[in-house]
């Protein structure tokens, strides 16, 4: 490890230099401080790029801020520098974007104080190097995004969906502080690189225990199913904080587990509670997301199954390949929500669309043997020409296509024009092809910082056998809901769905939610 000092380390200190400039003048039309800070973003982003040539012409390095068990360090490695771009980039687009949507509000120059100081927090916990920067950086963004929730602190579902927040997230933080404190006592440090080096030759009580409280955190910071109500009333805050939230925030979570690979890879418990957890939450998510009809509440559930994805990925031992996961849904649903404003008039420009092709049983059936089949031809060709593929990396796979299969069904089906059945089998082969090669770039990249995926025992074949079923079922309904959509049964049943099934309902009742919400 080199000794030199990650110029990373000055793009989170930019941006706190420049938020309390911007806060000092809160109200609307600030002027310049506008100008100063999508300045201080793109420098950020500057230092972020030039980190990066730092790491490939210098190798991993980190810097102690403060030496000491209770140690801060801020680390410079490939895991470290994608989330920094990552952040960096995404923090000056939405601080662009909101120069121009939030004009002439009356706390216009407030928000890019805090935008400026939440997206600092952000930076500081994706190079954290020791456990302390962790806490202290989640408590940081905790804190930041809530005040921007209260944006529009008159309206009751703004301080509700605040509340909901802190309390959900710094749970978490409470869980993070006990995982920290037990590594602590457990390894006589809190800095990263040496936990995971004392940790290989096995993990003693107090650090599983540690373990179980990481993915605890993690599952209530990604809005894991069932506390992931806090995410959906988000909305009403600004559309620039529903991009920063859903593009950057949610994703600590995964971030947190990622960060910690090595820890929790050495927690056969933890790895099925990630599978569990994270199949369950996808497969809801996806399913409430088809029945929603406002853009960004849909893209809200999108989230939530996506991050169940995530977990999922995590608990497989795919820690790559949740890296890149991490990095492209960032990346869409940043684009989604600073878009979603258009998305009205986009519809409805559209002409009226003719009817839809739906496939019967034996259509779907074939599609999705037809998908299956190729899946399996490319994984066999992919293995002879790069090597053979975990069981984990194919069980995603398989659970991947069956989204492909969907739309072969509707090229298969008996109404379906010529040019539909030849557009859905391009589709298929390209997802398949696009799987494994994704899958050896996010390798190439990362993989040489983080685990293997362990070999699977009899615990997780079964998880593996379990979640591809799962899926496999979820999707074969999904494919065949058009035959009896409107039947009257469907109907009460797709009003349960769009409301989540009232989770959301009941946890507001456990903590007195409603009742809150009129305390700011």
């Known amino acids: 490890m080199s000794s030199f000092t990650p110029l990373t380390v000055f ?3 930019v941006l706190l230099i420049a938020a309390p400039v911007a806060l000092a003048r809160p109200g609307r039309r600030p002027g310049i401080l506008l100008l100063l800070s999508e300045a201080a973003t793109l420098v950020a982003l500057a230092l972020a790029v030039v980190g990066a040539f730092q790491l490939v012409v210098f190798g991993t390095s980190q810097v102690s801020l403060i030496d000491g068990a209770l140690t801060l360090v801020l680390r410079l490695d490939a ?7 990552l952040v960096a980039f995404i923090g000056w687009i939405v601080m662009r974007y909101s120069r121009t949507y939030l004009d002439g509000e ?19 916990l994706v190079q954290a190097g020791s456990l302390v920067m962790l806490v202290l950086s989640f408590i940081g963004v905790g804190i930041g995004l809530r005040r921007l929730l209260l944006f529009y602190s008159e309206r009751a579902a703004a301080r509700r969906a605040a509340t909901k927040f802190a309390l959900v997230w710094h749970a978490g933080d409470v869980s993070l502080v006990i995982a920290a404190t037990l590594l602590l006592a457990a390894f006589g440090t809190s800095e990263l690189g040496s936990i995971i080096d004392a940790a290989a030759s096995g993990l003693p009580f107090a650090a599983h225990l ?19 109500g806090w995410l959906t009333e988000a909305m009403e805050a600004p559309t620039p904080v529903s991009a920063l939230l859903h593009a950057g925030i949610v994703n600590a979570g995964g971030f947190l587990l990622i960060r910690t690979a090595e820890l929790v890879q050495a927690s056969p418990g933890a790895m099925a509670s990630l599978v569990m957890i994270g199949g369950l939450t996808a497969l809801f998510g996806a399913m409430v997301m088809l029945t929603q009809s406002a853009v ?4 809200a559930w999108s989230t939530i199954s996506q991050m169940g994805l995530m977990l999922l990925q995590c608990g497989l031992g795919l820690w790559a390949l949740a890296l890149l996961h991490v990095v492209a849904h960032s990346m869409y649903k940043a684009h989604a929500f600073l878009s979603s404003g258009g998305a009205v008039a986009a519809v409805a420009s559209l002409r009226r669309p003719g009817p839809i092709a739906v496939p019967d049983l034996g259509a779907v059936m074939k599609s999705f043997g037809l998908a299956l089949a190729l899946y399996a031809t490319l994984a066999l060709v992919f293995s002879l020409v790069a090597g053979p593929k975990s069981p984990q990396a194919l069980a995603l796979g398989t659970m991947l296509i069956f989204g492909v299969a969907y739309l072969v069904a509707q090229g298969l089906a008996d109404a379906a024009p010529a040019a539909l059945t030849r557009r859905t089998g391009l589709a298929a082969f390209a997802a398949a092809l696009a799987y494994f090669a994704f ?3 996010a390798a190439a990249l990362w993989g040489p910082s983080l685990p293997a995926a362990p070999i699977p025992g009899p615990l997780e074949w079964a998880l593996i056998v379990l979640a591809v079923v ?4 979820v999707a074969v309904a999904q494919t065949l809901f058009p035959r009896w959509a409107h039947h009257p049964s469907t109907s009460g049943m797709r009003v349960h769905i769009a409301n989540g099934l009232y989770l959301n309902a009941l946890l507001d009742r456990l903590i007195g939610g409603f009742r809150v919400a009129s305390s700011k």
Not at 79 to 85: A, E, F, G, P, V
Not at 296 to 299: E, G
Not at 470 to 473: E, L, M, P, R
């Open 439 to 441: 899958q050896r770039l």
């Open 470 to 473: 799962s899926f496999g079922a």
């Open 11 to 13: 793009a989170p200190i």
């Open 296 to 299: 960004k509440t849909a893209l």
């Open 106 to 124: 009356t706390r216009e120059g407030a928000f890019h104080g805090l935008m400026l100081a939440t997206l600092a927090a952000v930076l500081f």
């Open 79 to 85: 895991i470290s520098t994608t989330m920094t771009l």
């Open 210 to 228: 540690a373990v179980a409280l990481l993915v605890l955190a993690a599952a209530l910071k990604t809005a894991a199913f069932p506390l992931h």
